[in-house]
């Protein structure tokens, strides 16, 4: 409350003078999704459903102001959602990782931060959105907010990123994992968005346990394709992860690998409290990945791999948690998060395209992606190997308005899952 006040007074200063510049930010969307999904042996026994359809209208996004004046910039938007036709009686039928389980849609003040530049330096303070591949955004109807302090750095070669943050808000939508959110699984307690900022304990195995927030930071040497990068994520009290990227070019074709390491700090935090934590075992996971990929100014073409070796001696034999982040792997896609699950193969291809309809730029884009979930998990073999394909198309109407349609297709979705068909279609408008 105290910063809340802070930067009202700051920025009654700010309006108060003349020569600032203030214009409306943000991104509004209006979404339709459909889905049917076939249910496996055990989960028509658990659900007492053989196949189910449903459908979603939602509106939201976020809207509110960007104010500037000389070197300062102050952010103010309320974050958004709702649904527009009546709650589903079969709990089955509600995409629930749209809100939470109890509300229809939400309203709150999802950033207020002012900024300050001064030369190749600047710094952010307030409730604000970032952007790295363990700590970012998640855009998708609304999208993950922190509450803390942000100061970068940048030149020609050399580009340094940092956030302490204390709070967080989700996006709309959290990844899709094996299982429900709220066992904690992956590093997801709420995993979702609860309508409002909460702690990081509450986000990560949604309980209270003590942490002074997290830091982050990003260091990046060199320019294009051509660069080194490492990244740092340490969570007081619950966990420390490292990534480490090279990438290189020649000419239109492109190699990059990375290696993410993950390890237990504090006090056992993660380890007292999750379910069925094992006695003795500390969470533990390596990542590694490479993408290969060719780009010309109107095509482009990628293979990506990624390995999560199991260990033995770790919570759930080694995953990798990212309860910040919807990309720790290059395999993004509809379950990025299987590609993280300790003992798992995973494999991605796709393809993008750039051409125009009457004038109207088009995107295309297609993707298949494969996890090979092995039986150190002990599940089942073959359990939760999963694949999905999906056909991604944008239209640009102007800079501002383009309409969105996805396909997919995702078999073995979970243990209860056997098959996902998937039909999403957005209008969307960035300020």
């Given at each position: 409350?105290?910063?809340?006040?802070?930067?009202?007074?700051?920025?009654?200063?700010?309006?108060?003078?003349?020569?600032?510049?203030?214009?409306?930010?943000?991104?509004?969307?209006?979404?339709?999704?459909?889905?049917?999904?076939?249910?496996?042996?055990?989960?028509?026994?658990?659900?007492?459903?053989?196949?189910?359809?449903?459908?979603?209208?939602?509106?939201?996004?976020?809207?509110?102001?960007?104010?500037?004046?000389?070197?300062?910039?102050?952010?103010?938007?309320?974050?958004?959602?709702?649904?527009?036709?009546?709650?589903?009686?079969?709990?089955?039928?509600?995409?629930?990782?749209?809100?939470?389980?109890?509300?229809?849609?939400?309203?709150?003040?999802?950033?207020?931060?002012?900024?300050?530049?001064?030369?190749?330096?600047?710094?952010?303070?307030?409730?604000?959105?970032?952007?790295?591949?363990?700590?970012?955004?998640?855009?998708?109807?609304?999208?993950?907010?922190?509450?803390?302090?942000?100061?970068?750095?940048?030149?020609?070669?050399?580009?340094?990123?940092?956030?302490?943050?204390?709070?967080?808000?989700?996006?709309?939508?959290?990844?899709?994992?094996?299982?429900?959110?709220?066992?904690?699984?992956?590093?997801?307690?709420?995993?979702?968005?609860?309508?409002?900022?909460?702690?990081?304990?509450?986000?990560?195995?949604?309980?209270?346990?003590?942490?002074?927030?997290?830091?982050?930071?990003?260091?990046?040497?060199?320019?294009?394709?051509?660069?080194?990068?490492?990244?740092?994520?340490?969570?007081?009290?619950?966990?420390?992860?490292?990534?480490?990227?090279?990438?290189?070019?020649?000419?239109?074709?492109?190699?990059?690998?990375?290696?993410?390491?993950?390890f237990s700090v504090g006090k056992k935090q993660i380890e007292k409290h999750i379910q069925n934590a094992q006695l003795n075992k500390k969470l533990e996971s390596q990542h590694y990945q490479l993408q290969l990929k060719y780009q010309n100014e109107k095509f482009q073409i990628a293979y990506s791999i990624s390995k999560t070796p199991s260990n033995k001696n770790a919570?759930?034999?080694?995953?990798?948690?990212?309860?910040?982040?919807?990309?720790?792997?290059?395999?993004?896609?509809?379950?990025?998060?299987?590609?993280?699950?300790?003992?798992?193969?995973?494999?991605?291809?796709?393809?993008?395209?750039?051409?125009?309809?009457?004038?109207?730029?088009?995107?295309?884009?297609?993707?298949?992606?494969?996890?090979?979930?092995?039986?150190?998990?002990?599940?089942?073999?073959?359990?939760?190997?999963?694949?999905?394909?999906?056909?991604?198309?944008?239209?640009?109407?102007?800079?501002?308005?383009?309409?969105?349609?996805?396909?997919?297709?995702?078999?073995?979705?979970?243990?209860?899952?056997?098959?996902?068909?998937?039909?999403?279609?957005?209008?969307?408008?960035?300020?």
């Open positions: 409350m105290k910063y809340i006040t802070s930067l009202f007074i700051c920025t009654s200063l700010l309006l108060a003078v003349e020569d600032y510049d203030i214009k409306p930010a943000g991104t509004l969307q209006l979404r339709y999704d459909d889905r049917t999904k076939e249910y496996t042996s055990l989960g028509q026994k658990v659900l007492k459903e053989k196949k189910i359809h449903y459908n979603d209208y939602i509106v939201g996004g976020t809207f509110g102001v960007e104010t500037l004046w000389q070197d300062y910039t102050f952010n103010a938007l309320v974050y958004g959602v709702g649904r527009l036709h009546k709650k589903n009686g079969n709990e089955l039928k509600n995409v629930k990782t749209f809100y939470d389980n109890d509300v229809d849609g939400f309203l709150y003040l999802g950033e207020l931060s002012i900024q300050k530049k001064f030369g190749n330096h600047s710094l952010t303070i307030g409730r604000q959105t970032y952007n790295t591949p363990l700590v970012n955004n998640n855009f998708r109807i609304t999208q993950n907010a922190y509450e803390g302090i942000n100061y970068t750095y940048s030149n020609s070669a050399f580009n340094f990123k940092s956030l302490y943050f204390y709070k967080i808000s989700s996006s709309t939508m959290a990844n899709n994992v094996p299982y429900n959110h709220k066992y904690g699984f992956l590093g997801y307690g709420l995993g979702y968005n609860i309508g409002g900022f909460t702690t990081l304990s509450k986000h990560i195995i949604n309980k209270d346990v003590s942490t002074n927030g997290a830091i982050h930071f990003l260091a990046k040497y060199g320019e294009k394709e051509r660069y080194i990068s490492l990244e740092n994520l340490y969570v007081d009290n619950f966990f420390n992860t490292s990534n480490l990227t090279l990438s290189y070019n020649i000419e239109n074709f492109y190699l990059k690998a990375g290696m993410i390491y993950q919570i759930y034999s080694g995953t990798l948690m990212s309860p910040f982040s919807n990309q720790p792997s290059w395999l993004v896609g509809l379950n990025t998060s299987h590609a993280t699950i300790a003992d798992t193969l995973s494999q991605k291809i796709s393809a993008t395209t750039s051409t125009k309809f009457y004038e109207m730029p088009l995107v295309l884009s297609t993707a298949y992606i494969k996890y090979d979930i092995g039986d150190a998990n002990g599940l089942t073999p073959d359990a939760i190997d999963t694949s999905e394909w999906y056909l991604h198309l944008q239209g640009y109407f102007s800079k501002n308005l383009s309409a969105k349609v996805q396909y997919s297709y995702v078999e073995n979705y979970d243990p209860l899952t056997h098959k996902s068909f998937n039909t999403k279609l957005a209008l969307e408008y960035k300020f």
